[in-house]
């Protein structure tokens, strides 16, 4: 029976409790088909209030041994956020050569959106995020601190290689959903350079795909054109800060961020995808059991197809889309009352039916 090695980083606040119901889900996704060895690593806020770091030295060389990475969430209001982000969150995404962020957004029946008379037909989409380069890259700093000359610099840094790559990916993608549609977001009229050399490398890689619908939209009329007509939108194309806005503009139109899951991928393979639920450590929650573990247990299911276990992925999926539907059981952020807890044993029981 094949087994894959999945190195488990529960980290801060609600990620303590969905993680391990993700995993609940995933073994029994598993049972008589494959086997899941799960690691625990106690990387995070806590390690680094004790350690200095929030990571051990050699954490990326640990990583190789693995097939995947199952995360949790990151954040605590003890340590800065720029900590948090670019020594553990980024770093990964870069060191691990994931440059894909995939983020479905969808509105599971069963959820009513913000969106006024939306259904579940109405909102259906996929964030492709360039996720290793553009404005979050690092470059940059700041001189003359505490004087009225004060200055800061952000550099993002766009390469042929990366934009082709990450373009060539949502355009397959594009090309295997029923409509064949790809949406790139862009700011060219103001991004005279970055901007610009993103939307001529798009627009050379969509000549390799004929066959799919290729528009361009400033960011700002594609985050109006996500609340005004969902609908025309199927796979979204974004850099690096424009993916992280759109998704989170996704996620709170599908009714709720503990819904929402969220893969960074190594296409080639070559280290280890890591797998999320977009949601942050939510520390007002924190302990209290009532966290919502849909997209912690959609993450893991988008784990299991990257590593070609379709079937479970498709099985758990069905599940989620039966409890959400039947309205029976919704986490606070739903309306209801239900723990993390009951909200795990409905998708097991539906799993079993």
């Not at 001189?143 to 290689?161: C, K, S």
């Not at 539907?325 to 039916?353: F, N, Y």
Request: proline content about 5%.
């Amino acid at each position: 029976m094949k087994t894959y090695r999945i190195a488990v980083i529960a980290g801060d606040g609600i990620g303590q409790e969905v993680i391990p119901a993700g995993i609940e889900v995933l073994k029994s996704a598993a049972k008589g088909s494959f086997q899941c060895e799960f690691t625990d690593f106690p990387w995070g806020s806590d390690f680094y209030l004790r350690t200095g770091r929030m990571l051990d030295a050699d954490a990326f060389e640990q990583m190789h041994k693995f097939d995947a990475v199952y995360l949790g969430a990151i954040g605590d209001p003890r340590v800065p956020d720029h900590i948090t982000a670019r020594e553990m969150i980024l770093p990964f995404r870069q060191q691990l050569r994931q440059y894909v962020n995939l983020r479905p957004m969808r509105l599971l029946t069963g959820i009513d959106s913000p969106l006024r008379g939306r259904t579940a037909a109405d909102i259906d989409m996929v964030c492709v995020r360039e996720n290793s380069e553009g404005e979050y890259c690092g470059i940059g700093g700041r001189l003359h601190r505490g004087t009225p000359d004060e200055l800061a610099e952000q550099t993002g840094i766009f390469t042929r290689r990366g934009i082709e790559r990450i373009a060539r990916y949502a355009f397959t993608l594009a090309q295997g959903r029923p409509r064949r549609l790809l949406a790139s977001a862009t700011k060219s009229n103001a991004m005279q350079h970055s901007m610009v050399f993103w939307d001529e490398v798009v627009a050379e890689v969509a000549k390799d795909f004929p066959d799919v619908t290729y528009r361009k939209y400033h960011v700002d009329a594609i985050a109006a054109r996500m609340v005004t007509h969902p609908q025309t939108l199927d796979v979204i194309l974004a850099t690096n800060l424009f993916g992280d806005i759109l998704t989170d503009i996704g996620s709170a139109i599908s009714g709720s961020l503990g819904v929402g899951p969220g893969g960074n991928i190594n296409p080639e393979r070559t280290t280890p995808s890591m797998f999320e639920p977009i949601h942050g450590s939510a520390p007002d929650i924190a302990g209290k059991g009532v966290a919502n573990p849909i997209a912690a247990i959609w993450a893991g299911a988008m784990m299991l197809d990257h590593l070609g276990e379709k079937a479970a992925h498709d099985r758990i999926l069905s599940a989620i889309e039966r409890v959400i539907g039947s309205e029976t059981v919704k986490t606070p952020d739903l309306g209801g009352k239900a723990t993390t807890a009951e909200m795990t044993k409905a998708v097991l029981g539906a799993m079993g039916r």
